[in-house]
Nanobody, 121 residues
């Protein structure tokens, strides 16, 4: 079973940037994705990437966030720019052996422990 470890979360002021990293113990999944969960809310998908670099974003992330990967390092990144107060959440890395582009948490069977992102005014 592959293991995922996230890092890079922290506290930032609105308008600032953070880069999250997710290191996988092995890198043979069909999709790697980032999800987030704010207090009292459902876990929602943010962005997904395929091994050949194809990407898909939720609307709120499309113009501010960038998902990328370094397969030599078994690592997926989420660059987040122009952060807003409502981006505050725990961010999770997830992996799927399926080919879906749908950012539904039910499609992902492997999860990291999460990293907290707090955006303040």
């Amino acid at each position: 079973q592959v293991e995922l470890v996230e890092s890079g979360g922290g506290s930032v002021q609105a308008g600032g940037s953070l880069r999250l990293s997710c290191v996988a113990s092995s890198y043979n999944m069909r999709r790697m994705a980032w999800f987030r969960q704010a207090p009292g809310k459902e876990r929602e998908g943010v962005a997904v990437i395929s091994p050949d670099g194809g990407t898909f974003y939720r609307n709120f992330a499309r113009d501010r966030f960038t998902i990328s990967q370094d397969k030599a390092k078994n690592t997926v990144y989420l660059q987040m720019n122009n952060l807003r107060l409502d981006d505050t959440a725990t961010y999770y890395c997830a992996a799927s052996y399926g080919n879906t582009w749908a950012l539904r948490k039910e499609e992902y069977g492997v999860w990291g422990q999460g990293t907290q992102v707090t955006v303040s005014s």
